[in-house]
């Protein structure tokens, strides 16, 4: 069955850096879009960046754009998402997803997703 397993997060002081991992197994990784998205309690689910099967399309949500990076592996199974200048705000549980399809990587196109990593961002 699908299994989605997210690693690299913690605490983090504002400005600096993080990387997430998601390791991928199951399925065909390498067929389908990804995507990143974080849940903040009482808040609901932000999607917050996704890549397509090839990883030549990328988006990412206003929020993040210019500090986070997608990316992905398909030769091992992983996703990432390179976190650079991290503020409070960004504390949140992060989670990785499959999309159904191998281009469409916005919310409402993915079918699995993962426990998530938790972000903490704190001076």
């Known amino acids: 069955q699908v299994q989605l397993v997210e690693s690299g997060g913690g605490l983090a002081q504002p400005g600096e850096s993080l990387i997430l991992s998601c390791a991928a197994s199951?399925?065909?990784?390498?067929?389908?879009?990804m995507s990143w998205s974080r849940h903040v309690s009482g808040k609901g689910v932000e999607w917050v960046s996704g890549?397509?099967?090839?990883?030549?399309?990328?988006d990412y949500a206003d929020s993040v754009k210019g500090r986070f990076t997608i990316s992905r592996d398909n030769a091992k199974n992983t996703l990432y998402l390179q976190m650079n200048s991290l503020k409070p705000e960004d504390t949140a549980l992060y989670s990785c997803?499959?999309?159904?399809?191998?281009?469409?990587?916005?919310?409402?196109?993915?079918?699995?997703w993962g426990k998530g990593t938790l972000v903490t961002v704190s001076s």
């Open positions: 997803s499959k999309a159904s399809s191998s281009s469409y990587y916005y919310l409402d196109g993915m079918d699995n």
């Open positions: 199951g399925f065909t990784f390498s067929n389908f879009a």
């Open positions: 890549i397509n099967a090839d990883g030549s399309d990328i």
